[in-house]
């Protein structure tokens, strides 16, 4: 029996080494392969970052107007509105003062989000559901209307109103909402007191779903776990430009407001319009460890995903690339990290796309788009629809577009199910095969010739090959050890018992991995192992040149650091 086995396992070497024809295979698109993956999905305006201004005061001789018309100065200088700035700051302060709320001075470089985290916790924790968590105050570089001298004809001066850069006080309202949760409205301490409304979609949409009592796991920005899909995601798509504009008009008329009731009877009343907003699809998927390979290998794949002709199938717009009439922009694909963490970014004139797997949980795409006229779209409020549309199609398009060659959560599960234990019916464990143990390798390779006997094979057939190919008598091999062999074999899927007999026959499945893992062992580790821990060796001069400035570069770091601490 040796003698034939030997012939046998020479024959399936032989085989083995014939090279097979190339199989013609299309890749898969994202949003295929993810659909065998995700639990659940989320639509959601993430942030939306609003302008808050008096649109009859956004030019200069609108300004002018202002001060000459309305206010009934002979002059039009910005300088007799430093009393009513004065003004504002006072009732800030007093605003403050009767609430007792506290006034922080933010530092140069401070995360103001940091410091709304930690007050926000203790705001919460005291019981509190809606009102101004803290004031902050910070020194930020804006354009306002300043003013200037210019000389007329006969070289008489005269003041001049315009656009300039400077260094002013800006006044930030971190607040707690009801319905929308956590928010900022930002004032501009110089005239024209432009503001800036700051909120998130996914925010609102978690208070909105404790207030109905849907019960949810939160994840950073967004939900890791939800009870009912369908009615978060009716909230989500309730975040719209009426909330934003309730929200702001509430807000307005509770906070210090440095414009009066009689300027507000002339027409000088806020508006908003939306200088940025986030649109997230947040995918969760059934496994972490999955995803987050899953992730790499799109990364992998999709690496000039970037490129003019991708970005227009992406984004939905025509790219010229040439000629007067080319579109602006840098046309390229970022792979950032952060940490361990890489995310994949792609750039449409103002707007980009970003995409990453989010806290080990879920795969995030976002589409930020910094510029409605980007789409075609105009910049009011009324517009967050068509904006909304136009971010949803993108993130959409993007798993359209992005093409995978393989699933690799896929290949993930079978390296588990394969080296991982498994637990019987009746609660008996059954070890995994590892597979850098020389005693599950010689099992795989006798898979490869124990396929060729049509009548399968039996415990007594497996003894003799398990010692030969490791090298061990084949008297040291007891029944016990190949009955717990074959139990592995079995459980995981690698054979099957002839139906009424005590013989076995490998699956298609079995010889499948046992081919490919045997190959793996003896042509690739093996093989490559040895050039990298042999210095003479020179069949592969690149892998071992690697190596060595890998080694370098690692020594070099470890030297500069000890001479840094």
């Known amino acids: 029996m040796p003698r034939v086995m030997g012939r046998l396992w020479r024959r399936v070497t032989l ?31 993430d942030r939306v970052y609003c302008n808050v201004y008096v649109p009859k005061l956004q030019r200069e001789l609108a300004v002018a107007g202002f001060i000459r018309e309305h206010l009934g100065k002979p002059v039009a200088s910005t300088a007799v509105l430093a009393e009513r700035t004065q003004a504002f700051y006072d009732e800030i302060r007093a605003f403050a003062a009767r609430r007792g709320i506290e006034i922080v001075e933010f530092a140069a470089g401070q995360r103001k989000d940091d410091v709304m985290k930690d007050r ?19 020194q930020e570089k804006v354009r306002v209307f300043g003013t200037t001298r210019r000389r007329d004809a006969d070289g008489n001066a005269y003041p001049w109103i315009v656009r300039e850069s400077r260094v002013v006080s800006q006044w930030y309202f971190y607040c707690y909402d009801a319905s929308c949760g956590p928010f900022f409205l930002k004032y501009c301490g110089y005239f024209p007191y432009n503001a800036r409304l700051c909120l998130n979609g996914n925010e609102y949409a978690k208070t909105m779903a404790a ?3 849907i019960g949810f796991t939160p994840l950073d920005n967004g ?6 899909v369908a009615a978060v995601q009716a909230i989500c798509d309730g975040f719209d430009e009426n909330v934003i ?8 008329a509770a906070l210090p407001c440095p414009f009066t009731d009689a300027d507000a009877a002339a027409g000088y009343r806020y508006e908003v319009s939306v200088l940025q907003a986030e649109f997230s699809l947040t995918q969760v998927l059934d496994k972490p460890v999955s995803g987050r390979i899953f992730f790499e290998q799109l990364i992998r794949d999709n690496l000039d995903i970037g490129r003019p002709d991708q970005a227009g199938l992406v984004f939905g717009r025509r790219i010229i690339r040439k000629g007067p009439r080319a579109t602006p922009g840098r046309f390229r694909t970022r792979v950032l990290t952060e940490g361990v963490i890489p995310a994949l970014h792609i750039d449409y004139k103002h707007s980009k796309i970003k995409q990453y797997f989010k806290e ?9 788009i910094n510029d409605a006229r980007d789409f075609g779209i105009g910049k009011r409020l009324h517009n967050l629809p068509a904006l909304r549309a136009a ?3 993108a993130t959409r398009r993007l798993l359209d577009v992005q093409k995978i060659s393989h699933d690799p959560a896929s290949g993930q599960q079978i390296i588990d199910h394969l080296t991982r234990p498994l637990t019987t019916q009746s609660g008996t464990r059954v070890a995994g095969l590892r597979l850098a143990d020389p005693r599950v390798h010689a099992l795989l390779a006798a898979l490869c010739v124990f396929r060729l006997l049509p ?4 415990n007594r057939d497996l003894r003799p090959i398990l010692g030969q190919l490791p090298g061990v008598p084949a008297e040291s091999i007891t029944p016990g050890k190949m009955t717990y062999d074959l139990r592995r074999l079995r459980m995981h899927g690698l054979i099957e018992r002839v139906p009424g007999t005590f013989r076995y026959q490998v699956t298609d499945t079995g010889l499948a991995h046992a081919l490919f893992l045997t190959r793996l062992h003896d042509k690739f580790l093996r093989t490559g192992l040895s050039q990298l821990t042999d210095p003479a060796s020179h069949a592969s001069p690149r892998l071992a040149a690697a190596s060595r400035a890998y080694a370098t570069a690692i020594d070099d770091l470890a030297r500069q650091a000890s001479l840094a601490a």
């Open 211 to 213: 207030r109905a009592r």
């Open 120 to 138: 926000l916790a203790a705001f919460l924790a005291a019981g509190r559901t809606e009102g101004v968590v803290f004031i902050g105050r910070a």
């Open 360 to 368: 080990g949980k879920a795969l995030r795409t976002e589409t930020t």
């Open 223 to 228: 939900f890791a776990a939800v009870a009912d």
């Open 391 to 393: 971010g949803f199609n």
């Open 245 to 252: 504009w309730d929200l702001a008009a509430r807000w307005t």
């Open 15 to 45: 085989c083995g080494s014939v090279r097979p024809g190339p199989l013609m295979t299309l890749p898969r698109s994202a949003a295929d392969v993810l659909k065998d993956h995700v639990v659940f999905e989320l639509e959601c305006i």
């Open 455 to 458: 009548r399968g094979f039996a």
